[in-house]
T-cell receptor
Framework: QKEVEQNSGPLSVPEGAIASLNCTYSDRGSQSFFWYRQYSGKSPELIMFIYSNGDKEDGRFTAQLNKASQYVSLLIRDSQPSDSATYLCAFDMDSNYQLIWGAGTKLIIKP | ETGVTQSPTHLIKTRGQQVTLRCSSQSGHNTVSWYQQALGQGPQFIFQYYREEENGRGNFPPRFSGLQFPNYSSELNVNALELDDSALYLC?????????????FGQGTRLTVV
C-alpha cells in the first residue's frame, strides 16, 4: 500500500479559477505535512507546511488538514499560468528524519 | 535561489561505474538530506547527515553511501551503478535535523546510467 496517494492528473483549471489538489496518507502518526511545487526539470520548492487540523492560508494558497480522515489538500485561488507545475505532498515519518512523498499532481492552468 | 548548490548538474555514467555527487549546504544549516527522484515519481529518501553523522537512512542498498564534512557540505557516493539508478538526485539542507519545514533543495544532479 502506498503511503501517500495523489491523483497524477493532469488537472486542468482555467486561469482565475480555484485549483484544488488532494493528498491522502496512511501513517496515522504523521505530524507535519508539506506541499511542494516542482517545475519540469527543477527541484521542489516548499509552498506551505501545516501541523494542525484545519486551514492555513498564505496569500493565494490555503492548506487544509484533516487528520481523522487522513487527507491534506491545497487550494490555489486566482490561478495563474505560472502556477502550472507538479504539486507534491509529503509528510514527516514518526522517526522524524525523512519526508515521505507522493508522486505529485500535474496542474495545468489554461489562459 | 536557495543557497544550496549541487554539482555536477548532469552526469552520464556506464553501468558498473562509481559516481560521487556533491552538495554545499546553505550557510547556517548543519543537516543535509539526500533524495532520489525517478522520472514521474516523488523523491525517495536516501539518508540524512547531521553534524557529520548519518542520522537516518531510507530503503537503499549499502552501495549508496555518504559523507558530511566539517563545513556541512556533503557527498553521495554510488558504487556499481545500475540502469535503475538513473534519476534526479536532490540534496536538501536544513538548520535542524529531522524536519522538512525549513529544508531547502539544491537544483539537483541528473544522473543517467547507460
Amino acid at each position: 500500500q502506498k503511503e501517500v496517494e495523489q491523483n497524477s492528473g493532469p488537472l486542468s483549471v482555467p486561469e482565475g479559477a480555484i485549483a484544488s489538489l488532494n493528498c491522502t496518507y496512511s501513517d496515522r502518526g504523521s505530524q507535519s505535512f508539506f506541499w511542494y511545487r516542482q517545475y519540469s526539470g527543477k527541484s521542489p520548492e516548499l509552498i506551505m507546511f501545516i501541523y494542525s487540523n484545519g486551514d492555513k492560508e498564505d496569500g493565494r494558497f490555503t492548506a487544509q488538514l484533516n487528520k481523522a480522515s487522513q487527507y491534506v489538500s491545497l487550494l490555489i485561488r486566482d490561478s495563474q499560468p505560472s502556477d502550472s507545475a507538479t504539486y507534491l505532498c509529503a509528510f514527516d515519518m514518526d522517526s522524524n528524519y525523512q519526508l515521505i512523498w507522493g508522486a505529485g499532481t500535474k496542474l495545468i492552468i489554461k489562459p | 535561489e536557495t543557497g544550496v548548490t549541487q554539482s555536477p548538474t548532469h552526469l552520464i555514467k556506464t553501468r558498473g561505474q562509481q559516481v560521487t555527487l556533491r552538495c554545499s549546504s546553505q550557510s547556517g544549516h548543519n543537516t543535509v538530506s539526500w533524495y532520489q527522484q525517478a522520472l514521474g515519481q516523488g523523491p525517495q529518501f536516501i539518508f540524512q547527515y547531521y553534524r557529520e553523522e548519518e542520522n537516518g537512512r531510507g530503503n537503499f542498498p549499502p552501495r549508496f553511501s555518504g559523507l558530511q564534512f566539517p563545513n556541512y557540505s556533503s557527498e553521495l557516493n554510488v558504487n556499481a551503478l545500475e540502469l535503475d539508478d538513473s534519476a534526479l538526485y536532490l540534496c536538501a539542507s536544513s538548520p535542524v535535523a529531522g524536519t522538512g519545514a525549513e529544508a531547502f533543495f539544491g537544483q539537483g544532479t541528473r544522473l543517467t546510467v547507460v
